[in-house]
């Protein structure tokens, strides 16, 4: 954590970034002037919460009690220590009696203006001041008011001893925003109470919002703003106002803090993300972060559960993120909730529905949204621009969140957005830091160990795990060359489902191995393509990318397509000795790879004399020529590849080898239609073979 004291929240007079001193300095001379020309006045210190009130003062009180020519007696009561109103009303006349100066001359006096605040104390809280027992002192009072003494007369007799004070006393009651209002009414009793006598002066210091609140609440104001105010105006005769922070104080305090953390966590933000924190500050965070509370206790939240996601997560994400944890609660608890979907964008039918939504509507629909989770109106617009700027699907963009702003592991990526919650690494992930480190042992040392852990999650997460492994590939030739047989075993297990949102298994295998067999060296080229094609899908894997390769334009080494060319070859050969009604799917699909990656001048002729020397029937050559859709993991037959037929042999070579056969009634496909048996293979090719010649006869 940094060494910062973001937690700290007493008075720190002596780290004033603020001017405060400046403030403090021409308070003190402007109660003096008050001093001059009044007897007794009441002023108030105003500023809101978190502003720094307390700070400025303590330095307005020193700078009292220091003040060379005019110097004050303080009295610091904080009304928000006692426990009830009596106990506050008894601790107000202790604290001021014990400021009076003492020694003989003044025994007299201290007991006159003792006597009167006696007199008006509540009696069963009065041995407390008095320092004996409650009956000697209600016995006391008793023989005053006997001896026809009025507590007017006891008043006039404290007003000329406190006339001889030559340093006036200066009450300063702090805290009184956090009193009840029974509480707050009390003390503005005692101030208009006491107020009167000579040279006895007051600071409270307060936040006016919360004091109006608290006075509409009682019977004084009954609900009545205007009349509280006016209330409170009637106390206070002279305001000093805390000058709110300008905007460079603001801007320097947040930047002195990010400055910090991104040191204390060896960060370096590149510019693109400076530029989007900068962004979000100006639509957003300033309009909350205005006050050195709000700030500190913002970047306490930030410098508190950093530290567990360090390298893990984009620093300014989880910053973004923080913020609203912070200030917007109700926001927060909805982004794992009800939110999720949309803003990571996981619903089909979400998907498909928000292109019809245009972006005005998507505005107003959420703007509604976030005022149901308690957002004030007017932060509404801002609280927007911040989600939709960690969010991109909640504007509709197409842009990937990483490439957009050049972060990696932003909270909009679904591979990450679980960390920003859990503050680590959940259970059901690998850390980065941890698989960086896994590959480059791979790559630098052939570590078993951390293969077996990669090749585990690609099998148990295989989209995130090829996601992230493509991030680390580059430049490690060994540990790519070491991956790519563990790429063909998953992808032997791995789905072709299309309509979905996290992506095509197969199609994230793939994409991983074309970068892998892009880092590969030759020299290791024909014992990775050997190594692989010992595994069921391995020749078919390195076909596919080969093939996909060659169609972006990506060039991979020659020595790939020859060595999985031969590997096809090697496959397919043994397939001529044997009738293909024995012949599996799988096997069969070796063909066509073959046919891509060798070249169809190099097949073809070895295709055509399989048929033409009777090796292989017509039929079930183009029986197993249809083709198989696939959703998910399930399997259905779809087409005769005429294409194919045309190209080996010729298409007429069918329909002669097959009239007879297709002029005959052809029976209805066995059991389900789509099932991917030889027969319904047949019935199928012959099928559709017929409906073809008929029409290219036509």
Known sequence: MSQRSYFRDDPDPENDRLEREDFARRTVCALGEIRRQSKSSVAGLIAPWGAGKSTTLEIIIKGLEQHDTDPWVVVDLNPWLYSDVESLQLGFFVSLREALPRGKRWGKKRERVGDFFTAISPMGKVNGLVGIDASSALESIGERIAGDVSVNTLRKRAEEALGKVDRPILFVMDDLDRLTPEELLMVFKLVRLVGRLPNVYYLLAYDEKT????????????GNRARAREYMEKIIQVRFDVPDLRPAQKAHLVESAISELLTTYAIELSEDEEQYFSASYRSCLRNYLTTPRSVNRYFAQVDAFYDSLNKEVAFVDFALLTFIRTFEPGVYKNLTGAWRDELLGESVDFMLSSKKESATDREARWQGMLSEADVTLANIPGIYKVLSSLFPKLRGDSISHSSRRGAESGIGDRDYFDRYFSFGVPGDDISDVAMRQ??????QASDKASLGVLRDALASDTRRTCRKLLKLMSGKPNASAALLPALAEVYADADYEFFTIDGNTR???EKLARIAMAEIVDSQIDEVVGLTGRLPHGAILLSTVLSSARSAEMALAPAFYSSAAALLERRVSPLFSRPLENVSTHDFSHVYHWRITAGKDVTDSRLKQALVDGQWTALDFAARSISVATSGNSESLSDVQFELLEEVIGLDYFYDALQSQMDAEIPPPLE?????????????????LKMRRDRDRA
């Open 438 to 443: 896994m590959v480059d042992a791979i790559d």
């Open 672 to 688: 389900r239609h789509h099932e991917d048996t030889i027969e319904n293979r047949r019935i199928m090719a012959l099928g559709q």
């Open 507 to 509: 199609i994230h295998v």
């Open 211 to 222: 004091l109006l609140d608290l006075i509409q609440q009682t019977s004084v104001a009954s």
